[in-house]
């Protein structure tokens, strides 16, 4: 289980998505993910590229998956294997070029292990991520309501 202080809960509009952290696997993304939902910086953010059996990806501010919040963070890949529940961060071409933007697999992307840098699993309600509408970019999408750290 989780510590309490490692745990994220994004109130989506399809429920509730618990995700424990893994500061052992990526201790600057975990770092910097809970200074970002402490900001607010979550908070209404849409869920702006869902592709069926792969990921839903979100953390632009902008939602069209050209933003984030202007803090590049140095990456943290690790042997963490990008299976379905796997929360990992988002990026351009440069390794060290992860902001804010993260995706949650739908499935198995194990094409992504060594690349991207996975920092935690989701622990409850993968069945409202499941629920996301999906869409490239989505129409009318779904959104981070609230982010918050804490069970």
Known sequence: M????????????????VIAMRPDLAPGHVARIKELVKEGFYDGIVFHRVIDGFMAQTGCPHGTGTGGSGKKLKAEFNKEPHVRRTVSMARAASPDSGDSQFFICFDDATFLDGQY?????????????????????V???????????GA
């Open 139 to 149: 129409s009318n999408p779904d959104k981070i309501i609230k982010a918050s750290m």
């Open 117 to 137: 840098t996975a920092w935690g699993n989701v622990i409850e309600g993968m069945e409202n991520v499941d629920k996301i509408k999906k869409g490239e970019p």
């Open 2 to 17: 989780a510590r309490p202080e490692d745990t994220l809960t994004l109130e989506t509009t399809q429920g509730n998505v």
